[in-house]
Nanobody
Framework: QVQLVESGGGLVQAGGSLRLSCAAS????????MGWFRQAPGKEREFVAT????????YYADSVKGRFTISRDNAKNTVYLQMNSLKPEDTAVYYC?????????????????WGQGTQVTVSS
């Protein structure tokens, strides 16, 4: 069992930045591929970014490429999402997810554990 707790969300103006954190507990963090997803009101949950166990391999949704950076610190059991140049369309609840083993994936069903989410609101 893995517990994931997100933090760092909030209200920011367009063009601003936020850094989300996801603290993991329960099992060996470095065994997990980690991902960030988001869900805007009235929309389905969508993939944002993923990182492999070492942090050396990342992949992003086209909508955030060049603006968001996913990283992890296995010594701190934490994964981060640095979000720059935020846009109103980035407004959503952001979720951290963990996948035991395997390769990175953008599929929601590919992840085994989920956090409770943190709200990000970008004002225009």
């Amino acid at each position: 069992q893995v517990q994931l707790v997100e933090s760092g969300g909030g209200l920011v103006q367009a063009g601003g930045s936020l850094r989300l954190s996801c603290a993991a507990s329960g099992r060996t963090f470095s065994n997990y591929v980690m991902g960030w997803f988001r869900q805007a009101p009235g929309k389905e949950r969508e993939f944002v970014a993923t990182v492999n166990w070492s942090g050396g391999n990342t992949y992003y949704a086209d909508s955030v490429k060049g603006r968001f950076t996913i990283s992890r610190d296995n010594a701190k059991n934490t994964v981060y999402l640095q979000m720059n140049s935020l846009k109103p369309e980035d407004t959503a609840v952001y979720y951290c997810a963990a996948r035991l083993g395997g390769s990175r994936t953008t599929r929601i069903t590919g992840y085994d554990y989920w956090g409770q989410g943190t709200q990000v609101t970008v004002s225009s």
